[in-house]
């Protein structure tokens, strides 16, 4: 009796090996990993990218943020461009936002600006920024959320520069515009920010570098169109970076900072 026991034992064991290497060779015919087979049963997000439906990759990497977040201490006038009600729409904390500069038609020494007011908006979020290059892509809002160039995962961030003539909306006053993508996850309804794009009218910043004083200005002008990216919106308070007809103020005001915090304490992306 007791060896039948462990005979059938053995049988429905083997059974059971059998039917999940089929599962997994199945799983690996359609291109599914492991973290696919997790989410079994959960649709997988698509993005239409010139008329393709594409699935939107999974995060990578562990859910573990690459900054401490950051403690407002200040609060003020703030508002968010994707509100979603329960928050805003928000880069993912866990992952390093990945970015690339077009340095074609930037003023002269205007690159450590550029970083300089990086390096700004990241203190502020704790949000980890990574400089991976220059890129010869021209810094638009209709570039494709996936590049070759770039590989696998979402384009990075891009910083470029254009002028009125080449930009119609850089025209009057207008020295910067900025902003991201809200794209789903791989799995769930959650969205995320993706691909941001800076755009500088260079001929205005080159105006703003030449004055005395003007080096500040012009990177306070990058750190508004980042605060667009990061999930910022405009505001009405003029004391506040995020007004939109900036014209003295050199450091992030109350609000802004009480909303870069907010920006960058998002949740992470389930890998």
Known sequence: MGTELVRSTLRTLATLLVAVAAV????????????????????????????????????????????????????????????EGSGPVRYDPCRELAWVLNPSGMPDAAEPLVHAAVESVQRATGLKFAFVGTTTEAASFDRDLFQEQYGDGFAPIIIGFATHETNAELEGAVTGIGGSSAVYAAYGDEQFLHSGTVILDADDLGRLMSAEGGDAI??????????????LGHVDDESELMHPQNTHLTEWGPGDLEGLAVVGDGPCEDA
């Open 218 to 231: 012009a990177q306070a002008v990058v750190q508004h169109e980042l605060g667009h990216v990061v999930g």
């Open 24 to 83: 997994w060779a199945f799983a690996a015919w359609r291109g599914y990993t492991v973290e696919d087979l997790r989410h079994f049963g959960e649709p997988h997000n698509l993005v239409r990218v010139d008329g393709e439906e594409l699935r939107i990759p999974r995060a990578e990497g562990p859910a573990v943020r690459r900054l401490p977040a950051v403690t407002a201490t200040t609060s003020g006038a703030h508002t968010f461009m994707f509100d």
